[in-house]
Nanobody, 121 residues
Framework: QVQLMESGGALVQPGGSLRLSCVAS????????MKWYRQAPGKQREFVAR???????YYSDSVKGRFTIGRDDAKNTGLLEMNSLEPEGAAVYSC???????????????WGQGTQVTVSS
């Protein structure tokens, strides 16, 4: 079984920074695209950023220039560096990854449980 586990969520003041991690564990052959989403109470889940296996990145307009997505494939880990956090950024942040379990198998989508980010003074 493969699991994704996020960490790093916390209470931070407006303008502050946080670094989220997403660790994939289990029998993993390779990880393709990794994505971060967030969902605030009463709102739909929102795409935040994605990073491909070749390092290519894409961000939503709402976080561009403030958030940086990264990955460490040696550690099966995805990262999200968040700067200049705004109250509107308070949400549960979840990671999503396409994971290949065997060399000749298809990639399967996996989700983590999420980590809470609270932005408040």
């Amino acid at each position: 079984q493969v699991q994704l586990m996020e960490s790093g969520g916390a209470l931070v003041q407006p303008g502050g920074s946080l670094r989220l991690s997403c660790v994939a564990s289990g029998n993993i052959y390779s990880i393709g695209v990794m994505k971060w989403y967030r969902q605030a109470p009463g709102k739909q889940r929102e795409f935040v950023a994605r990073i491909f296996g070749d390092g290519g990145t894409y961000y939503s307009d709402s976080v561009k220039g403030r958030f940086t997505i990264g990955r460490d494939d040696a550690k099966n880990t995805g990262l999200l560096e968040m700067n200049s956090l705004e109250p509107e950024g308070a949400a549960v942040y979840s990671c999503n990854a396409m994971i290949r379990l065997l060399a000749n198998s298809d990639k399967i989508e996996h989700w983590g449980q999420g980590t809470q980010v609270t932005v408040s003074s």
